[in-house]
């Protein structure tokens, strides 16, 4: 009865895209470390004492004794519960959603059970007068057990079709994800194409670059939906696509890079950041007339690690503008809302002359962080002109 939450997923519903969470969260959408879920259990416990004192009093003068009493009991058996699914995720994180439904529910029935008797026995002795009269302390612990028993049983009900729902949602939609993060643009691919058979022979090296750059980007975006890379494959993916719309756009393209502060070894979503770069590029300097640069920057702190890219915004953007921009970012923005389970971020800005797009990573207990001056020596990025 105590693992009661409305899911962090209602509005996948909603989405247009969304992918496969990585293997460390998908198990169950049962966080206990998340404070909204820990609050909700401990509403939905609260709410199931009131209902408990107004179905039992006989007085109202008995009123406050009664739900005091019923909220010490109902919210003791929640934390006992609550504890037993923590210690769980903790020490068993393999065990499936059905071992530990069953442990939580089996915990939450023993500790009804043995609260019951320690506490009735102690009233009866000490003459309290409770409001289900009965002399008899088995009464007590039947009708307890039984109140535990249905509403535990609804509970698990509830997180196991949350659960399939959203397993089903994952399933449904991954194909879609699949789809995108398999592909370029056409038109980037034919910018590419066209790139590179104008530098064959004025410039056969740059050619041949630019055909290990494109082949290189085509694996990545053939990745399977919902994979993760370490921060500095992604970083280096961006970099090989920046170098090949440098030979394309020359002197026009300045992208500054402030990345050494961020933790490299960092898991993140495949195809989170390059898609970004693509559309600072393809939305902001190709259609200004004189280019424009593009800042990208990283820093970390106690919590996570940030990601910010800022580009240039063309005077005549409303007559040229892209749809493809919106599609790229809802998509990013959806996958990041699985992985991490709401609590990454993904902020537009439009400051008027600049467009600035800033992505927030917590931390994971996975994660590595290196050291800012190690992880400059640990990355071997593909170099770009204007780096």
């Known amino acids: 009865m105590l693992e009661v939450l409305k899911p962090s997923w209602a509005q996948l519903s909603k989405m247009r895209f969304s992918t496969v969470e990585n293997s460390e969260t998908q198990t169950h959408n049962f966080d206990v470390h998340n404070l909204r879920v820990l609050l909700t259990t ?7 004492a009131v209902l408990i004192t107004l179905a039992t009093i006989n007085t109202l003068d008995a009123l406050w004794f009664e739900l005091v009493v019923n909220t010490l009991f109902v919210q003791t058996v929640t934390a006992f519960t609550y504890l037993t699914w923590w210690a769980q995720d903790k020490f068993l994180p393999t065990a499936s959603l059905t071992v530990k439904m069953l442990t939580s529910y089996t915990v939450a ?53 949350q659960h399939e729902w959203r397993d089903n949602i994952v399933r449904e939609n991954e194909a879609r994800i699949e789809a995108l993060q398999a592909r370029i643009r056409p038109h980037f691919l034919f910018n590419a194409l066209n790139t590179i058979a104008s530098l064959t022979r004025s410039n056969p090296e740059a050619a041949e670059e630019s055909v290990e750059d494109l082949a290189d980007l085509f694996r990545a ?11 500095f494959e ?21 992208v500054h890079w402030d ?11 495949a195809l989170c950041l390059q898609p970004i770069l ?24 106690e919590r996570g690690f940030t990601i910010e890219m800022m580009n240039p915004v063309p005077v005549q953007r409303g007559s040229q503008k892209h749809e493809g921009n919106k599609i790229a970012l809802d998509n990013i923005r959806q996958r990041l809302e699985l992985t991490y389970a709401g609590r990454s971020k993904l902020e537009l800005e439009d400051l008027g002359d600049q467009y600035r797009v800033t992505l927030w990573f917590p931390w994971r207990k996975n994660d590595n ?16 002109p204007n780096s």
């Open 369 to 384: 962080p290196v050291t800012p001056s190690h992880a400059a020596k640990d990355i071997n990025y593909a170099k770009a």
């Open 278 to 301: 693509e559309n600072a590029i393809y939305h902001g300097v190709e259609l200004s007339s004189n280019g424009g640069r593009i800042d990208i920057t990283g820093r970390r702190d």
């Open 42 to 48: 401990v509403l939905v416990s609260e709410l199931l």
């Open 221 to 231: 975006s053939l990745k399977k939906a919902g994979s993760e890379v370490r921060l």
């Open 259 to 269: 990345v050494d502060g961020l933790p490299m070894n960092a898991k993140v979503p």
């Open 234 to 254: 992604e970083l280096d993916t961006c970099r090989r696509y920046q170098r090949m719309e440098q030979f394309r756009l020359g002197e026009r393209l300045k």
């Open 109 to 161: 029935l023993v500790v009804t059970a043995i609260l019951t008797w320690v506490l009735c026995a102690y009233a009866i002795q000490a003459g309290i007068q409770l409001a289900f009269h009965t002399p008899y302390v088995g009464v007590y612990v039947v009708r307890n057990t039984a109140i535990t028993s249905i509403a535990g049983a609804l509970a698990v009900h509830y997180v196991w079709v």
